[in-house]
């Protein structure tokens, strides 16, 4: 028998022609890994966001009759987020309280058409107070801006009132210290048991939600949110924010942004075994179309290549301002 010499590999094999390069991709994005972050107001028309092609704000019932539409393309988990008028703002941000609040509006009436769907309600006060800044202010102290514990108080009935309009998960943004243990005894103790948490565990403060701030009109009037959300530049931090969110009773836990930060991403994935989400934020989002816009790359393929991107370094789930884009486009 001959002897065999073996060749070099050659990987292009598994590269030739398009069922064989499907056949052989190991990862995939699927309907139900994407969640739609929907921006709700009581203004009476939709108000496009300059800043986010595509995005509006949408008044309550057209974001209700949407998330229905929305279904038939297959998407089934939203995430709300409030516009408040400029009067209905005040220094604790107690219109978040109300039902008559735009999200509590939209929850209510989606749970009254009985659509089969995840609703997902941003729990923070940014949108909601006439600062900007996630919480109750501590005056005194410029170095610590929101107080910690006051705030906490008011997370708790937060909780409570979107649970009680129809959310299934509340999603607490504000970074407070304690905020996931100070939800849970409230949502339980009002005996909605059955309410999930979705922890934004590890939130960088970052430049890439200036489009969002624009959208939910949710500016601070001074200074900036470094003294509650993380510091980009400290690579371990995660796993103390990671842990106690965990410890506190998280159901379900984010990172975020998420393309810039896809090695935060992959260790949070190594380290722990909920349900994990990443958020494409809205300047990951605008650049994207910036650039496209120009003509300097393609929108859609730029789009994918980027979710993909976030789903290979480990998320469950992403939350993404092209998730109605994208689920025409994956297979
Ligand atoms: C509010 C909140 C923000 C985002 C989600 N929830 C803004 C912020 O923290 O300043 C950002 C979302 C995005 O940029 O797409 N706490
Ligand atoms: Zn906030």
């Not at 739609?36 to 092609?53: G, I």
């Not at 410029?142 to 299934?168: E, H, I, S, W």
């Amino acid at each position: 028998m001959d002897q065999y010499h073996p060749q070099p590999k050659r990987p292009r094999r598994l590269r030739r022609g398009v069922t064989l390069r499907d056949a052989v991709a190991d990862i995939s994005i699927k309907r139900d890994d994407l969640i739609l972050p929907l921006f709700v107001t009581d203004k009476d028309d939709p108000q496009p966001v300059e800043s986010m092609p595509g995005v509006s704000q949408l008044p309550v019932k057209t974001a209700i009759q949407s998330i229905g539409e929305l279904t038939d393309v297959g998407l089934r988990q939203f995430i709300l987020f409030g516009v408040t008028s400029a009067e209905k703002k005040d220094p604790t941000g107690r219109f978040a309280l109300s039902a008559d609040a735009p999200v509590n509006q939209t929850l209510a009436g989606v749970r009254d058409m009985g659509h089969d769907v995840t609703m997902i309600a941003d729990l923070c006060f940014c949108e909601y107070t006439d600062h900007g800044h996630c919480g109750v202010l501590l005056p005194d102290d410029p170095k610590t801006v929101v107080d910690n514990d006051q705030t906490l108080d008011q997370l708790r009935l937060a909780a409570t009132c979107l649970a009680q309009a129809g959310a299934d998960v509340v999603a607490p943004s504000g970074m407070m210290d304690g905020q996931i243990q100070a939800i849970r005894g409230a949502l339980d103790e009002a005996s909605f048991t059955q309410v999930c948490i979705l922890a934004y565990s590890v939130k960088y403060a970052s430049s890439l939600y200036d489009p969002f701030r624009d959208a939910g009109q949710g500016s601070m009037q001074f200074g900036d949110r470094k003294g509650y959300q993380m510091d980009f530049r400290r690579s371990r931090e995660w796993q103390t924010e990671l842990q106690l969110d965990i410890e506190q009773g998280a159901d379900m836990v984010m990172v975020k942004p998420a393309a810039t930060y896809l090695d935060i991403i992959h260790q949070v994935r190594q380290a722990c075994h909920l349900p994990l989400v990443a958020y494409h934020v809205s300047g990951e989002y605008a650049m994207l179309h910036a650039a496209a816009r120009q003509g300097w790359l393609d929108l859609k393929h730029a789009a994918l290549e980027t979710t993909y991107a976030i789903k290979r370094a480990g998320a469950d789930l992403i939350v993404t301002y092209f998730a109605k884009e994208l689920s025409k486009w994956i297979r």
